[in-house]
């Protein structure tokens, strides 16, 4: 059982990555529950949403606003910022992108579901931007999890024309999105450096041994990525 995460989370306080498929389907709570406890981490200290490929973002500076979004998961949104001990976010991914951001302090962390309408709608900039507003931040860092590469997500010309076209790739007549550009330069427009950005090549939808893929499989089985700040 795999953890896909970024060394320089650890090395700041942070416990945070994508969990492989073989740690079970995180629909269900029963596998999210497990998961955290082999991990170590308090599951009624780590929030979640109700994700719907949007631009929102919640943000979290106290104890008290956490506990408050604990007691209604039925918040509608697609990018957590938190800025206090103690308390994590998750979410579920079977193709988008997981998009972890922090401060070199890890005053301030973030975490986003970027499907591709959340990319056309700026999520990551948006993100970033929220991130580089918290007072005290500095240097940026940012990881993307493993999610659908351009080898495997082909598209058509109404979703292709939302990209910029240097984050499309042609070949034998079809379209191919590139998700990493497409967060990269949005992430750059936001005031990050590329060398503090890691975009690993980890497919969900092209390495079924180790991820669940909605592309691949068209069955509603997902990854869980966290972010936890103890």
Not at 112 to 137: D, E, M, N, S, Y
């Amino acid at each position: 059982m795999t953890i896909y995460t970024d060394n320089r989370l650890l090395q700041v306080g942070l416990i945070g990555g994508t969990l492989s498929r073989h740690w079970g389907n995180m629909r269900e709570m029963t596998a999210q529950n497990s998961a955290y406890q082999r991990l170590d981490i308090p599951p009624e200290k780590i929030l979640h949403f109700h994700q719907v490929h949007s631009d929102t973002i919640i943000s979290v500076h106290t104890s008290d606003e956490a506990q408050r979004i604990q007691r209604d998961p039925l918040h509608q949104a697609d990018a957590w910022l938190l800025t206090t001990s103690g308390w994590g976010a998750a979410i579920l991914t079977a193709d988008c992108v997981p998009l972890f951001l922090w401060d070199e302090q890890a005053r301030v962390f973030a975490l986003a579901h970027c499907g591709w309408r959340g990319v056309v709608k700026r999520l990551p900039f948006l993100t970033a931007q929220a991130i580089r507003k918290t007072p005290g931040t500095e240097k940026i860092l940012g990881w993307l999890g493993p999610h659908i590469q351009v080898c495997c997500f082909e598209v058509k010309e109404d979703v292709a024309s939302q990209f910029s076209p240097d984050s499309l790739h042609y070949e034998k007549g079809k379209i191919f999105v590139n998700l990493n550009l497409e967060i990269l330069h949005q992430l750059q427009e936001a005031g990050l450096s590329r060398t503090d950005i890691k975009t690993p090549y980890y497919c969900t939808c092209g390495d079924k041994e180790n991820f669940f893929s909605w592309r691949r499989d068209h069955k509603k089985d997902s990854l869980l990525s966290f972010i936890y700040k103890p």
